[in-house]
């Protein structure tokens, strides 16, 4: 059965975004699948588009979307709050897509719940050693609370193996074309 939901979990800074940005460049891979687009109350960051990285709202807009009950899964991520759209689902499925996740561990056992095992493909990236995250999170300078995402990735490193798969983001061509496997013989 084809998954409703594939989703890239794991610490912060692991390299995530930068292999679902690479991802969507294989031609197979963009013509089924659509990246869901969340929506945060973090503050942007250079470079971030709304509406293309994030949708980025208030802490009161996204008190009164969860009232309403229109995400289909959130979370307290570092402070921020975070959370995916029921729309992003219901998009996708009306083009006939399978919706690409970007989501903490929390929210992807949330999902899996919800929607069911056969519905969703887990995939877990892990970060070759603590010491390579830390550079990878200092890298992207931007990131203020680098303390508090290292400390939640050692407690997120403990559950990967509650994923479908546990991809090693060490070299990114490598991880690259093991990602691009899993998710090709899961989407045919
Ligand atoms: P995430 O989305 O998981 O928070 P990012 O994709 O923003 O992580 O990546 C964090 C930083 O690590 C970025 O500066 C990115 O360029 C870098 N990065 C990603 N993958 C690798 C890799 N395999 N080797 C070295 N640096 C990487
Ligand atoms: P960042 O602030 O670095 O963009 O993201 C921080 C963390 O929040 C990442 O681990 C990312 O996967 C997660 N995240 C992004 N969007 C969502 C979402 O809609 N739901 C949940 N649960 N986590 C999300």
Redesign the pocket.
Known sequence: MRPEVVVL?GP?GVG?STLIHKILKDEEIAKKLMFSV???T?ERRKGERNGRDYYFVSKQEFMEMVKKGEFL???K??N?L???HIKNLTEAKKKNKILLL???V??AKKLKRKLGKSKTLLIFIRPPSMKELRKRLIKRAD?TDIVIRLKNAKREIKEMKKFDFVVTNDKITKALAELKKIIKSAIR
């Open positions: 979990t912060s995530k969340s929506h945060t973090r899964e959130w979370a991520v570092h921020n975070y959370g995916t970007d989501i903490d929390q929210g990131t």
